[in-house]
């Protein structure tokens, strides 16, 4: 079966929502429900990582380097979310933008250095939270942040032809209604959305027919969807 390595953040390990509510716990189910045998995912998240920490996870995890054949080996699919850390830190754009290139191209070496088989979520806007709108921070220079954390994000994976999955509009649109008992992070119904829109997207890198019900997606692989 299909093998799929989910790399990220609080995001992608579903802090505050049971296992079963996870986004790629979700959308696993949703391919299987396609008729795709894919297997668990396999999560290498933590809250509170930014992307220089998820990248010592993977070298501790023996995930290789581009160009390595050393390590744990390849994956069928690759999925990234990072970045939310780096803004909540006040972190600069330069440095995100340099760090989220490199593990992208982690991203893509752990997927056969095949593009066409890792995907990338774009972060989430915390900032319309309840705990985004308790924070005393300027909540429109959040917004304002993410979206330049995203657009550089977005711009890499055009660049190196990877699926880009914008998931901050249903976020910003949801996310202070569909939020977690800690007032934070997402619920298992906004990872739920997310996984809806990823859906196409997996169907068409694992090279699955889409139902009818999804073909409107107007999917392309290295624009947003």
Same mark, same amino acid.
């Given at each position: ?17 049971? !296992?079963?509510?996870?986004?790629? +716990? ?26 220089? !920490? ?6 501790? @995890? ?7 054949? @050393?390590?744990?080996?390849? $994956?069928?699919?690759? *999925?990234?979310?990072?970045? +939310? ?14 760090? %989220?290139?490199?593990?992208? @191209? ?12 890792? $995907? ?10 309840? $705990?985004?709108?308790? *924070? ?17 994000? @977005? ?8 699926? %880009?999955?914008?998931?901050?509009? +249903? ?5 202070? +209604? ?21 859906? &196409? ?9 889409? &139902?009818?019900?999804?073909?409107? *997606?107007? %999917? ?6």
């Amino acid at each position: 079966m299909p093998s799929w390595l989910a790399l990220g953040d609080s995001y992608t390990i579903g802090e505050a929502v049971p !296992e079963h509510g996870r986004w790629p +716990v979700q959308l696993a189910r949703r391919l299987r429900a396609h008729g795709v045998a894919i297997d668990e995912p396999r999560i290498l998240a933590t809250t509170g990582w930014t992307t220089d !920490e998820l990248a010592a996870a993977m070298d501790a @995890a023996r995930l290789a380097l581009p160009g390595d054949d @050393a390590g744990t080996g390849t $994956f069928d699919l690759v *999925s990234l979310l990072i970045g +939310v850390n780096n803004q909540y830190r006040g972190r600069p754009l330069d440095e995100y933008s340099e760090q %989220f290139a490199a593990l992208l @191209a982690r991203a893509i070496a752990l997927a056969g250095h095949r593009p066409d088989r890792v $995907f990338v979520l774009a972060i989430p806007d915390w900032g319309v939270t309840p $705990f985004g709108q308790d *924070s005393g921070r300027d909540t429109a220079r959040i917004a304002a942040e993410l979206d330049a954390f995203n657009a550089a994000a @977005a711009a890499e994976c055009a660049r190196r032809g990877v699926a %880009f999955v914008d998931i901050a509009p +249903v976020s910003r649109a949801c996310g202070a +209604v569909l939020v977690a008992a800690d007032g934070l992070h997402p619920s298992a119904d906004l990872h739920g959305e997310w996984a809806r829109l990823a859906e &196409p997207v997996v169907l068409r890198l694992l090279g699955a027919p889409l &139902p009818p019900s999804l073909c409107r *997606s107007g %999917f392309s692989r290295d624009a947003s969807v």
